[in-house]
């Protein structure tokens, strides 16, 4: 145990404890929605506040390599030559890593030319003369000869960094016979295997720790080299370079120039808001408060002091609600926060709260009625997660109006990569309190939750907070866009669309027979029965029985997943690989068909649920069940669609998208005088843009000359390269770049727009669709470049297809506003895919025809035509375009 009396220093290997934590945790359980893994920095970082917890440390620093490359290398190229690549999932993960440790206000130390355990070693020497008592956490054996009385190393065990094993003195001479000081000694004869240093054949720890026990010293021990009789005599004889050699590089240095002194390491307070900053985008939430407990200055232990309490809110009957709403609304400008609790799809509970009072009710007959003339009223009202209160307001009869604010809304809008899910998590971090709630583990809660008025009384306050930080052109996409589609959305999942049970129960058994069948052939194949759906099983057909070529290693072996296994099957062709995807695809055709089919009513129709916060461009998604994941354009997609129908009371569906949508985009965006001729002439966009690039007429454009422009087109907007370009279309590489070339020298506004719009990303940290929205890149700056190119890409896509999630946002709601005005029946039922499915009354279709092509066409003011396509029948596909 370290002296309580003398200052604790404790270092650490950056490097060595997040790759051991990289293998200790399942990669696939640590990951964000952007797909960066993380699990070597969740490791890490619980071992570390452990650590600190358990030790208490008043100086603190933890080291890391920064190249592969040391004076070690110098003298020997071979060392550590033996190590592999790090794993795809592993890169990227230590900046973030630093990063978090920056806003933790724990010292990161590098130096070029000398490894982690260098600054380690010279640090523990340093502390140690200057009277502190040292803790040395490494996963590296090298670290053992530091181990002095002053010196203790903490090394992690075998299952990870959980546990760590204490090493003092007497530890290291129980395990290994000497002293640390010793024990380079024994690796040099030994050798490290991770080092990619060879021992003496057929010596090992015992024999190492006999011979230098015998004569003192390694150097005594090479000078009497002869006189060690054996095979193992003969081998030392024959090695004694490269013991000489090992020696000379296990030996850690004690002196390099360091930036800092250990009297300069002393623990310093957190960054408490860039401790949550960071940690929200690792979304890391579990984690935090056990940072903030075990490093926390006191003055901020994670959460502040609240200014004010909430209040108690009074009970009323219904028509003190109504006066009470009356009396605060009297100037017809007062914003009041609404909640409903609801049960069963209907309001149970209503809270209602101004800045300084909470009143609450059970929902009846009376509370409706008298609430009514005000739910129903243009009064502002903010609603935290509204839609599903909408919905239930509506069940009840109450169309509510005035809707001005959704915080949790407004907060994806601010941070669409890491939107915060419930008013808990906007209140602790815009207010840094914590919202009272009870825990659902407890059949008697100790802590009473947020009553419906206090939970009121909170959302107002966060509005207030999200309103100051938020932007007036985000503020306009919320009260603009998101707020109005809000409203539809309610409407459409109400209403929910017509699936015919039928038709999806005989797919679904067409789907069966065929997995069965194509599983016969593929056992056929291989001469026995596996479990196709088995990873390991299939590793073992694949890789060994079939000797195909191995894929990209994961912890459990080699990748089968599909896309994996589909480029195999275009390099290595074989009938197994073949069968195995058809069973795959088969098999997941069904689980979406028996999805739909499971969510189907008793009334025939499916509600799903429209998620706004789903996607960080804009894009709506759903869920309960998830209709976006239909396949499209191929056969399974018609016989799918074909079972979406028409409800009984209506005529027919009618279809609505818009033609080429993202390209129009590009063109009002880049100001390119070529395409903004071709969409403004009408002529077919890829045969125009094909005309020019291959510098023939239009009418001699071919097939594939139109095929190859039009996956230029639009790989543009995603960012692809000239090596993605030729994969895609299978061409060389080089025609692809040249490909490439050809289209920039004739398109050249396109090329200047893209490179511009990420040189603006980069200095304004986001980007931002026509109408406002932002999506910020801080990955643009980033010193990794996986990361920085990543983010690179995703920034020439989000103004262009954010965009166009917008202007489809707009025509939604503005065609349902139109059929609600007019008085028509017929109404929006579903949009997937960037198309509208709306369902039309009888004798209505003239009408509903002329508002979806008017208010599509006017969703947005461009420099070119939105051309809208329009179909019409009795289901989905009859009426698909």
Same mark, same amino acid.
């Given at each position: 145990?370290?002296?309580?009396?003398?200052?604790?220093?404790?270092?650490?290997?950056?490097?060595?404890?997040?790759?051991?934590?990289?293998?200790?945790?399942?990669?696939?359980?640590?990951?964000?929605?952007?797909?960066?893994?993380?699990?070597? $920095?969740?490791?890490?970082?619980?071992?570390?506040?452990?650590?600190?917890?358990?030790?208490?440390?008043?100086?603190?620093?933890?080291?890391?390599?920064?190249?592969?490359?040391?004076?070690?290398?110098?003298?020997?190229?071979?060392?550590?030559?033996?190590?592999?690549?790090?794993?795809?999932?592993?890169?990227?993960?230590?900046?973030?890593?630093?990063?978090?440790?920056?806003?933790?206000?724990?010292?990161?130390?590098?130096?070029?030319?000398?490894?982690?355990? /260098?600054?380690?070693?010279?640090?523990?020497?340093?502390?140690?003369?200057?009277?502190?008592?040292?803790?040395?956490?490494?996963?590296?054996?090298?670290?053992?000869?530091?181990?002095?009385?002053?010196?203790?190393?903490?090394?992690?065990?075998?299952?990870? @960094?959980?546990?760590?094993?204490?090493?003092?003195?007497?530890?290291?001479?129980?395990?290994?016979?000497?002293?640390?000081?010793?024990?380079?000694?024994?690796?040099?004869?030994?050798?490290?295997?991770?080092?990619?240093?060879?021992?003496?054949?057929?010596?090992?720890?015992?024999?190492?720790?006999? *011979?230098?026990?015998?004569?003192?010293?390694?150097?005594?021990?090479?000078?009497?080299?002869?006189?060690?009789?054996?095979?193992?005599?003969?081998?030392?004889?024959?090695?004694?370079?490269?013991?000489?050699?090992?020696?000379?590089?296990?030996?850690?240095?004690?002196?390099?120039?360091?930036?800092?002194?250990?009297?300069?390491?002393?623990?310093?307070?957190?960054?408490?808001?860039?401790?949550?900053?960071?940690?929200?985008?690792?979304?890391?939430?579990?984690?935090?408060?056990?940072?903030?407990?075990?490093?926390?200055?006191? /003055?901020?232990?994670?959460?502040?002091?609240?200014?004010?309490?909430?209040?108690?809110?009074?009970?009323?009957?219904?028509?003190?609600?109504?006066?009470?709403?009356?009396?605060?609304?009297?100037?017809?400008?007062?914003?009041?926060?609404?909640?409903?609790?609801?049960?069963?799809?209907?309001?149970?509970?209503?809270?209602?709260?101004?800045?300084?009072?909470?009143?609450?009710?059970?929902?009846?007959?009376?509370?409706?009625?008298?609430?009514?003339?005000?739910?129903?009223?243009?009064?502002?009202?903010?609603?935290?997660?509204?839609?599903?209160?909408?919905?239930?307001?509506?069940? %009840?009869?109450?169309?509510?109006?005035?809707?001005?604010?959704?915080?949790?809304?407004?907060?994806?809008?601010?941070?669409?990569?890491?939107?915060?899910?419930?008013?808990?998590?906007?209140?602790?971090?815009?207010?840094?309190?914590?919202?009272?709630?009870?825990?659902?583990?407890?059949?008697? +809660?100790?802590?009473?939750?947020?009553?419906?008025?206090?939970?009121?009384?909170?959302?107002?306050?966060?509005?207030?907070?999200?309103?100051?930080?938020?932007?007036?052109?985000?503020?306009?996409?919320?009260?603009?866009?998101?707020?109005?589609?809000?409203?539809?959305?309610?409407?459409?999942?109400?209403?929910?669309?017509?699936?015919?049970?039928?038709?999806?129960?005989?797919?679904?058994?067409?789907?069966?027979?065929? &997995?069965?069948?194509?599983?016969?052939?593929?056992?056929?194949?291989?001469?026995?029965?596996?479990?196709?759906?088995?990873?390991?099983?299939?590793?073992?057909?694949?890789?060994?029985?079939?000797?195909?070529?191995?894929?990209?290693?994961?912890?459990?072996?080699?990748?089968?997943?599909?896309?994996?296994?589909?480029?195999?099957?275009?390099?290595?062709?074989?009938?197994?690989?073949?069968?195995?995807?058809?069973?795959?695809? %088969?098999?997941?055709?069904?689980?979406?068909?028996?999805?739909?089919?499971?969510?189907?009513? %008793?009334?025939?129709?499916?509600?799903?649920?429209?998620?706004?916060?789903?996607?960080?461009?804009?894009?709506?998604?759903?869920?309960?069940?998830?209709?976006?994941?239909?396949?499209?354009?191929?056969?399974?997609?018609?016989?799918?669609?074909?079972?979406?129908? @028409?409800?009984?009371?209506?005529?027919?569906?009618?279809?609505?998208?818009?033609?080429?949508?993202?390209?129009?985009?590009?063109?009002?965006?880049?100001?390119?005088?070529?395409?903004?001729?071709?969409?403004?002439?009408?002529?077919?966009?890829?045969?125009?843009?094909?005309?020019?690039?291959?510098?023939?007429?239009?009418?001699?454009?071919? +097939?594939?000359?139109?095929?190859?422009?039009?996956?230029?087109?639009?790989?543009?907007?995603?960012?692809?390269?000239?090596?993605?370009?030729?994969?895609?279309?299978?061409? /060389?590489?080089?025609?692809?770049?040249?490909?490439?070339?050809?289209?920039?020298?004739?398109?050249?506004?396109?090329? /200047?727009?893209?490179?511009?719009? @990420?040189?603006?990303?980069?200095?304004?940290?986001?980007?931002?669709?026509?109408?406002?929205?932002?999506?910020?890149?801080?990955?643009?700056?980033?010193?990794?470049?996986?990361?920085?190119?990543?983010?690179?890409?995703?920034?020439?896509?989000?103004?262009?297809?954010?965009?166009?999630?917008?202007?489809?946002?707009? &025509?939604?709601?503005?065609?349902?506003?139109?059929?609600?005005?007019?008085?028509?029946?017929?109404?929006?039922?579903?949009? $997937?895919?960037?198309?509208?499915?709306?369902?039309? %009354?009888?004798?209505?279709?003239?009408?509903?025809?002329?508002?979806?092509?008017?208010?599509?066409?006017?969703?947005?003011?461009?420099?070119?035509?939105?051309?809208?396509?329009?179909?019409?029948?009795?289901? *989905?596909?009859?009426?698909?375009?």
């Amino acid at each position: 145990m370290t002296d309580p009396a003398k200052p604790t220093l404790l270092v650490v290997d950056g490097h060595s404890l997040a790759y051991r934590a990289f293998y200790a945790l399942p990669v696939d359980n640590f990951s964000t929605k952007d797909g960066q893994h993380t699990n070597g $920095i969740y490791g890490f970082l619980s071992m570390f506040v452990n650590l600190v917890k358990a030790e208490q440390p008043t100086h603190l620093a933890v080291a890391f390599d920064t190249s592969r490359h040391s004076f070690r290398t110098d003298q020997y190229p071979e060392y550590k030559a033996n190590r592999s690549e790090s794993p795809a999932e592993f890169k990227g993960q230590i900046p973030l890593l630093q990063e978090a440790l920056a806003a933790m206000n724990v010292p990161v130390l590098t130096k070029e030319g000398v490894e982690a355990d /260098d600054i380690l070693a010279t640090l523990a020497t340093q502390g140690a003369a200057e009277g502190f008592d040292v803790l040395v956490c490494s996963g590296d054996r090298d670290t053992i000869q530091l181990v002095t009385d002053d010196v203790t190393l903490l090394y992690p065990s075998v299952q990870g @960094v959980s546990q760590l094993k204490r090493y003092t003195p007497d530890a290291v001479v129980e395990k290994y016979g000497l002293p640390p000081a010793n024990y380079p000694d024994i690796a040099a004869l030994v050798g490290e295997t991770s080092d990619n240093l060879p021992g003496v054949p057929k010596v090992g720890e015992k024999t190492a720790v006999k *011979w230098l026990t015998q004569w003192g010293t390694l150097d005594a021990l090479l000078e009497n080299a002869d006189k060690i009789t054996g095979v193992v005599g003969g081998n030392l004889r024959e090695h004694l370079d490269d013991v000489r050699r090992n020696r000379s590089l296990n030996a850690l240095v004690r002196d390099v120039e360091l930036d800092a002194a250990p009297t300069d390491l002393a623990v310093q307070p957190i960054d408490a808001q860039a401790v949550r900053d960071i940690f929200a985008r690792l979304e890391f939430r579990t984690l935090l408060p056990r940072v903030f407990e075990a490093m926390g200055d006191g /003055d901020d232990p994670g959460h502040a002091e609240p200014s004010v309490t909430a209040p108690v809110a009074a009970e009323l009957d219904a028509d003190a609600l109504a006066a009470w709403i009356a009396e605060r609304t009297a100037t017809g400008d007062e914003e009041l926060a609404l909640t409903l609790t609801v049960e069963g799809g209907s309001p149970a509970r209503v809270g209602v709260a101004t800045a300084d009072a909470a009143v609450e009710a059970t929902w009846s007959e009376a509370v409706a009625e008298a609430l009514r003339p005000w739910l129903e009223s243009d009064a502002p009202k903010v609603l935290t997660d509204a839609k599903p209160q909408v919905k239930a307001l509506r069940r %009840a009869g109450i169309r509510l109006s005035g809707l001005s604010f959704d915080p949790i809304l407004a907060g994806w809008l601010l941070r669409p990569s890491f939107p915060d899910k419930t008013l808990g998590n906007l209140v602790e971090r815009y207010l840094d309190e914590k919202l009272p709630e009870a825990d659902p583990t407890q059949l008697v +809660p100790e802590t009473e939750g947020a009553t419906p008025g206090q939970l009121s009384w909170y959302a107002l306050r966060v509005t207030d907070e999200i309103r100051e930080e938020m932007p007036g052109s985000v503020a306009s996409v919320l009260s603009d866009i998101e707020l109005p589609t809000l409203d539809t959305l309610a409407d459409m999942e109400l209403a929910g669309v017509a699936i015919s049970h039928d038709k999806l129960a005989a797919f679904s058994a067409e789907l069966g027979a065929r &997995a069965d069948d194509v599983a016969q052939r593929a056992y056929a194949e291989i001469g026995r029965e596996v479990n196709l759906g088995s990873p390991k099983q299939l590793q073992e057909v694949l890789f060994e029985q079939l000797e195909l070529p191995k894929t990209r290693k994961t912890k459990t072996g080699y990748s089968t997943d599909a896309a994996v296994l589909a480029d195999l099957q275009e390099s290595n062709p074989h009938p197994f690989l073949d069968l195995l995807l058809q069973h795959r695809e %088969a098999t997941k055709l069904r689980q979406i068909i028996e999805s739909l089919d499971a969510s189907i009513g %008793a009334e025939g129709r499916t509600h799903t649920t429209y998620l706004q916060t789903g996607s960080q461009t804009g894009r709506l998604s759903s869920t309960d069940p998830n209709l976006q994941n239909i396949p499209i354009r191929n056969e399974e997609s018609h016989r799918i669609r074909a079972a979406f129908e @028409v409800g009984e009371g209506y005529e027919t569906l009618l279809t609505a998208d818009y033609s080429q949508i993202e390209m129009r985009i590009m063109a009002h965006l880049s100001g390119d005088e070529g395409l903004i001729e071709a969409f403004n002439t009408g002529e077919d966009l890829h045969r125009f843009v094909g005309a020019r690039v291959f510098g023939v007429e239009p009418a001699d454009v071919t +097939p594939a000359m139109r095929t190859k422009v039009k996956a230029m087109s639009y790989g543009l907007v995603y960012g692809l390269s000239a090596f993605g370009l030729s994969k895609q279309l299978r061409i /060389d590489q080089s025609e692809a770049k040249q490909l490439m070339t050809e289209y920039f020298a004739r398109f050249g506004a396109v090329r /200047d727009y893209l490179r511009e719009s @990420v040189a603006q990303a980069r200095v304004d940290g986001y980007t931002e669709t026509i109408f406002g929205r932002r999506r910020p890149f801080p990955d643009l700056t980033s010193p990794n470049r996986v990361l920085r190119e990543n983010a690179e890409r995703a920034a020439l896509n989000a103004p262009i297809q954010g965009s166009a999630a917008d202007i489809m946002k707009i &025509a939604l709601f503005h065609i349902h506003d139109q059929l609600v005005r007019d008085e028509l029946r017929s109404r929006v039922l579903l949009q $997937i895919h960037d198309e509208l499915v709306v369902e039309v %009354a009888p004798g209505e279709w003239d009408a509903v025809e002329q508002i979806v092509r008017e208010r599509m066409g006017d969703a947005a003011d461009l420099t070119v035509p939105l051309d809208v396509q329009i179909g019409r029948g009795a289901n *989905w596909d009859v009426a698909g375009h």
